[in-house]
């Protein structure tokens, strides 16, 4: 089902900043909508090159929306190999 541009408000993002053993900053994005969770997590992990928030394209609704949207407690990580 789709939901109108009108009646949608995109889930809001919150950023948890991490050192990886060696000093390496990383961070960890947990994606939440109006409602908490009700399913387990899900982590979505980038490939070379690119960083978390390829899943959040600019279009009216992404895989992370649509998970938000059916109860799924949402992470996205920015590793080693992400641009930022």
Same mark, same amino acid.
């Given at each position: 089902m789709r939901t109108s541009s009108a009646t949608y408000s995109r889930p809001r993002e919150e950023r948890i900043d991490f050192k990886a053993g060696d000093g390496r900053p990383l961070n960890l994005i947990r994606v939440r909508g109006a409602r908490s969770p009700v399913k387990g997590p899900i982590v979505?992990?980038?490939?070379?090159?690119? @960083?978390?928030?390829?899943? @959040?394209?600019?279009?009216? @609704?992404?895989?992370?929306?649509t998970l938000v949207a059916d109860g799924y407690d949402v992470w996205m990580e920015n590793w080693r190999a992400s641009i930022d």
């Amino acid at each position: 089902m789709r939901t109108s541009s009108a009646t949608y408000s995109r889930p809001r993002e919150e950023r948890i900043d991490f050192k990886a053993g060696d000093g390496r900053p990383l961070n960890l994005i947990r994606v939440r909508g109006a409602r908490s969770p009700v399913k387990g997590p899900i982590v979505l992990v980038h490939g070379a090159g690119v @960083r978390a928030n390829i899943f @959040r394209a600019p279009i009216p @609704r992404t895989i992370v929306d649509t998970l938000v949207a059916d109860g799924y407690d949402v992470w996205m990580e920015n590793w080693r190999a992400s641009i930022d």
